[in-house]
C-alpha cells in the first residue's frame, strides 16, 4: 500500500483506539506494526523492526527513559521533595500556589498533577479561596511549563535520539515556548489571585535551606546538561550516583524507585518509538509527504504546526507527539543532517499547546475530578493562557531562532 495512505491509516487507527481508552502503549503499538504490515513485505517487516529494536539509539533511548525515571522516583522516596515543598511553603501563599506545581514537574511522571494538587488542595481552597476551578488551572498549567526545557522530560530525550543530536541543542531549540508559558499562564493567574490577601513580605520565618537542600540534585542536572552538555546517559549517571551517596536510601526505596523505572509499558512505548522510526525512514513517507505539501502549495511552517498539534490533540502524550511526527518532519527539522532551529520549536510548538489543551491529557483529568471543578470554567482559562502563549511564542521564536 502506498506509504502515504498506510500512514495516514495508522494514524486514524492510533487516534481510534486513544479515545476508546485502550492504553496508550497498547495503541501505538498496534498502530506501528499496522503501519509496518501495510508498507512492507515480511523480509522487510522483520529486518525493520529488529534494527529499530536492537540499534544503538534504542539502547541509548532505554538506558536515558530508565535513569531519568528512577533518579524521579528516588527523589521522591528520599524525601527530597518535601524539603522544596517546606521551604518553599514559608514563603508566600501566592508563590507557593503558582510555583510548587512547577517544582513537582520537575520530576516527570504520568498523572504528576495529582500529586502537586493534593499537596495544595488546602493551600487552594481554605487559604485563599479561590475554587476549584482555578485551582484545577492553575496546578495544571504551571505543571507543565517546563516540558520543552527540562532534560528530563521524555520528549527532549526522545527527540535528541530521533534527530542525533544531544538533548541541550533540542533546548536550544524550543527554550521560546518555556517562557511563553510561564508568561500566558501569568497574565491569566496573577489577576486571579490578586484580591486573595496576603503580600509577598508577609513571611517572617523563610526557610531557604529547605529549598537549598532540596533543590542540589537538579542544579546538578542543569550543570551537567546545560553547562558541560554531557550526554544525558552520562549525566544521569553521574547524578544517580551522587543522589545515592549522600541520601543512601534502603532497600525498600530502590526496591520501589526501580520499580517505577521499569515500568513495562514504558518500555514498550520507548521500543515502539524507535520500531515506528525505522519503518518511517525505510518507508519513504517523510519524503512524500514533504513533496504533497509543496505540491499542494501548503506553508510548511504550517505543515511543522499541524501535525505535531493533530497528535497531541488526540495522544495527549508530549513524547507521543514527537514520537509519532518528527520521523515524518525529519527532512523538514534536520535537512542535510544539520537541524533547523525554527522548524524544531514550530513543531514542538504546536505539539505542545495541543497537549495543554486536549481533554484526554492525564493530569487535567485527574485533577479536575480531584477538585470537582466545571470543565467548562476550567476551560476558559486555559485556552486564554494558550492563545497568550502562541501569541507570545510566535515572536520569541521568530527574535532567537530564526
Known sequence: MDPLISLVVSLLALFILVFRKVDISYSLTISTFLFGVLVFN?????????HGLFSFSTLRLFLAFILAFYFAALLRNVGVMDKIVKGMSSINKKFTAIFLPSIVGLIPMPGGALVS?????????????????KATFINFWFRHIWVTVWPLYQSLIVASILLNVKVWQVIS?????????????LLVVLPLL?????NLDEKSNRDFKAIAEGFWPFLVVIVLVLGLRLDIVYSLVIVVVLTSLVYRPNKSKIKS????????????????VMIYKEYVMNSGVNLKLYSLAIS?????YLVLFLIPFIIGLATSGEFVFVAMSFPVLINILAPGGSIDPFSIFIAYLGGVLSVLITPIHLCLALTLKYFNAKTSITYR??????????????PLGLLFLK
Open 296 to 300: 499542494l502549495g501548503l506553508p510548511i
Open 117 to 133: 494538587a493534593v499537596m495544595l488542595k488546602d493551600l487552594y481552597l481554605n487559604d485563599l479561596e479561590i475554587g476549584g476551578e
Open 257 to 272: 524507585s526501580l520499580k517505577f523505572a521499569f515500568n513495562p509499558k514504558i518500555l514498550l512505548i520507548i521500543a515502539m
Open 381 to 394: 482559562y486555559i485556552l486564554l493562557s494558550m492563545i497568550f502563549s502562541l501569541i507570545l511564542g510566535l
Open 173 to 185: 531549540c524550543t527554550y521560546p515556548i518555556s517562557l511563553a508559558t510561564i508568561v500566558g499562564g
Open 194 to 198: 490578586k484580591n486573595t490577601g496576603e
Open 42 to 50: 515480511i523480509k522487510d517487516l522483520i529486518e525493520n523492526t529488529c
